[in-house]
């Protein structure tokens, strides 16, 4: 059975008119969106949903850019999704970013690095119950 994973196209990459370009590196490689939405988000709901790094030094920094602008909140949908969408992103540092994958073509920085993917299935469990309520997962 296919897989889910919860994804965010972040402030930034929304900011610079990337939303298109990354939907459709996400087509492309075969995820079909089960939930998507645009909104902007309050600092505190960044701090619920990054509440794992609330020790580390990024995370008051992390927080006010994830509610600095419009961003998209995404469930995508494919066999393997948690791990192929990782893949798709390429490394945290878009500096370390593998050729052809989203970070590097699309990341400023470790932070303003474009894209959100859950890393594992508790996470990505967690993460779109933070954000979608059941029946709004087709
Ligand atoms: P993300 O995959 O959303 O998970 C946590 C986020 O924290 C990460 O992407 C980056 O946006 C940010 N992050 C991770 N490491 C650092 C770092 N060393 N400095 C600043 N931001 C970071």
């Not at 790094?53 to 949908?77: I, N, T, Y």
């Not at 992103?89 to 859950?118: D, V, W």
């Amino acid at each position: 059975m296919a897989q889910r994973t919860f994804s965010i196209i972040k402030p930034d990459a929304v900011r610079k008119g990337y939303t298109g370009a990354i939907l459709a590196e996400i087509d492309k490689a075969g995820f079909k969106i089960a939930a998507i939405r645009r909104q902007s988000i309050s600092n505190e709901q960044a701090q619920g949903f990054y509440a794992v790094h609330k020790e580390r030094p990024f995370f008051q920094d992390l927080c006010a850019f994830m509610s600095s602008g419009p961003l998209v909140l995404m469930v995508l949908e494919k066999d393997n999704a948690i791990a192929d969408l990782r893949k798709l992103m390429g490394a945290t540092n878009p500096a370390n970013a593998e050729e052809g994958t989203i970070r590097k073509k699309f990341a400023g920085s470790i932070q303003e690095n474009a894209i959100h993917g859950s890393d594992a299935e508790e996470t990505a469990a967690f993460e779109i119950g933070y954000w979608f309520a059941g029946y709004e997962l087709i």
